[in-house]
């Protein structure tokens, strides 16, 4: 069994609602886990159950092996971290970050010591005398966090902890999380709707919708080997472009374009879904530009450009291919024009087929045996 295994976990609450379904999950220790998915999906409430804040309404938890679901938050050995810093208005930081350990009965020199060492680590040595409302958002967030890694726990709780921050403390924080989670070794879930924070921060990132598990994996697997449409469209930025169609004569039309699928899969694999709705997927940064680049062994398409996002390392374009909206990224200094015709392939290595109405993606090869 592994450090923690969360088997068949369900959560009904009072009022009837059914927030997590069968959520099955082993976590290795020293792990970090990322949650990941709209809002409303379920990822606090599974992480509330794990804290023990929230209970079990059927299933089995697990810490080191022994059966958790009955115990309280403190016996589990968990610090959280929350959204809303959560930190004592009249206190300094320095009595922020002693506060757990003073409770604890703590040595008042071991934690003197204690919150020095923490204050380091997260550059708070400099405002120990101030209190939080003198401090920036990002600052106030690294004392919620410094109160978590003080106390030496096992297993470390995040459910959201970067939104309240501006664009540019998020980047920060989240490596300065990424770095502690190196140093301290702790066993770490964290909850967020912000693909970019999973996709950088993750060991394995969990992603959740209604409250189902769509699929578990490491970032790359996730990028590269989505299961099925939803996560395709979650975890990437932007999302995976869809055309979809009925699969006639293993051809879908995009107008009056035709894409041979048999280029990209198997007769047998086509065969299957021969007169159904499939969806052909492509990431907008895996095309090339016709008349720039190579784009043998490709599938090409030609649209209007409705709108370009110049982002400084990319440009966004908004593509309408005869009624097909897609977006492209492609190099700054290849930004079209406006409304203008623009021609670009799809490598067949870079597509994706998925079964419209199960939205499973469709391996396209089948091995013999
Ligand atoms: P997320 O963290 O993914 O945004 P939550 O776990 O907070 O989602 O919530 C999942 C679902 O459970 C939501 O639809 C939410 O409205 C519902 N929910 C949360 N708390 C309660 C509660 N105490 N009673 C009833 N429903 C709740």
Redesign the pocket.
């Known amino acids: 069994m592994s450090y923690l295994t969360l088997r068949g976990i369900n959560k009904i609450?009072?009022?009837g609602?059914h927030?997590v379904h069968d959520f099955n999950l082993e976590i290795e220790k020293g792990e970090f886990i990322v949650f990941v998915?709209s809002?409303?999906?379920?990822?606090?409430?599974?992480l509330r159950m794990i804290a023990g804040l929230e209970n079990i309404s059927k299933g089995d938890f697990f810490i080191d092996g022994v059966r958790a679901n009955e115990k309280g938050p403190r016996e589990r050995g968990v610090a959280m971290v929350f959204q809303s810093y959560a930190l004592y208005p009249h206190m300094s930081v320095y009595d922020n970050l002693a506060f757990g350990l003073m409770l604890q009965g703590v040595d008042e020199d071991v934690i003197e010591k204690k919150v020095l060492n923490t204050a380091k680590i997260l550059g708070l040595t400099d405002y120990l005398d101030r209190k939080p409302r003198a401090l920036s958002g990002g600052q106030r967030q690294r004392v919620a966090v410094g109160r978590a890694i003080i106390r030496k726990v096992n297993i470390f709780l995040m459910d959201e902890p970067l939104s309240n921050l501006d664009a540019k403390q998020r980047v920060t924080m989240r490596s300065e999380i990424t770095q502690i989670h190196r140093e301290t070794g702790a066993t770490t879930i964290y909850?967020t709707?912000d693909q970019t924070e999973a996709m950088t921060m993750a060991d394995r990132i969990v992603v959740?919708k209604e409250?189902y598990i769509q699929q578990v994996g490491t970032p790359h697997d996730l990028y590269f080997n989505p299961s099925n449409m939803f996560v395709a469209g979650f975890i990437g930025e932007p999302p995976m472009n869809f055309i979809a169609g009925r699969l006639q004569g293993g051809k879908i039309n995009v107008g009056a374009t035709q894409l041979d699928l048999g280029m990209v899969a198997d007769k047998n694999v086509l065969d299957k879904y021969e007169g159904s709705e499939i969806a052909f997927g492509f990431r907008p940064e895996a095309i090339k530009l016709v008349g720039k680049e190579d784009v043998q062994n490709a599938y090409r398409l030609t649209g209007e450009v409705e709108l370009t996002e110049l982002l400084g390392d990319n440009t966004n374009v908004y593509m309408d291919i005869q009624d097909v909206k897609s977006i492209l990224k492609v190099d700054p200094h290849d930004t079209p024009e406006m409304d203008s015709k623009l021609e670009f392939a799809i490598p067949y290595e870079s597509v994706y087929l998925f079964d419209k109405q199960t939205e499973k993606r469709i391996k396209l090869r089948e091995t013999s045996k």
């Open positions: 609450y009072p009022n609602f927030a998915g809002s409303g999906c379920g990822k606090s409430t599974t909850v709707h959740m409250g």
